[in-house]
């Protein structure tokens, strides 16, 4: 095999490119699922009246805790603190949406939830890496519990 089949092929994955790959998915999902949140707040009375209650939630308040929770995680999840907290409550939240929201489940309608719930999930598998303030808090903690010995 030549060198550049190697390389197309069979490429090693090391240390460094998963944390920037898990930096770039973090900021991607959190810029984008941050668009959703911006336009709920901008929008709020008008979503407010057709917005969906699948549990029998109060619409107004059934909108207002997605709009924190797209809102809070997405920042979160940006800057990497508190990333699989973060994460699970967005896997609930895209869970209700892809799949409790409509009175039938249609894929056509579900799709972009579930492509949100399944970047979420890996990134909850994941972690924040290391680019990322979690791992920042757990070498300081890690430091801390040395110093005491």
């Known amino acids: ?5 190697k390389k197309l ?6 240390d460094t490119e998963i944390n920037i790959a898990i930096f770039i998915l973090r900021c991607f999902v959190g810029i984008m699922m941050l ?3 911006i336009d709920k707040m ?3 009375s008008t979503i407010a009246e057709s917005f969906p209650t699948p549990f029998g939630i109060n619409s107004w308040v059934g909108l207002t805790f997605i709009t924190i929770a ?4 997405s920042i979160m999840i940006i800057v990497g603190i508190a990333t699989r907290l973060a ?3 967005m896997i609930l939240a895209m869970s209700t949406a892809a799949f409790f929201t ?3 489940f249609v894929l056509k309608q579900s799709e972009l939830a579930m492509m949100y719930l399944a970047i979420y999930i890996v990134l909850f598998i994941l972690g924040g890496g290391r680019y990322a303030i979690d ?7 890690e430091n801390s519990k040395t110093v005491k010995r």
């Open 42 to 44: 901008e929008n709020f």
């Open 70 to 73: 797209e809102l809070g995680c």
């Open 1 to 5: 095999m030549t060198e550049e089949k």
């Open 87 to 89: 994460c699970f409550i």
């Open 135 to 141: 791992r920042l808090i757990h070498r300081i903690y």
């Open 102 to 104: 409509f009175p039938v």
């Open 35 to 37: 668009t959703h949140a």
């Open 9 to 14: 092929f069979l490429m090693k994955f090391y």
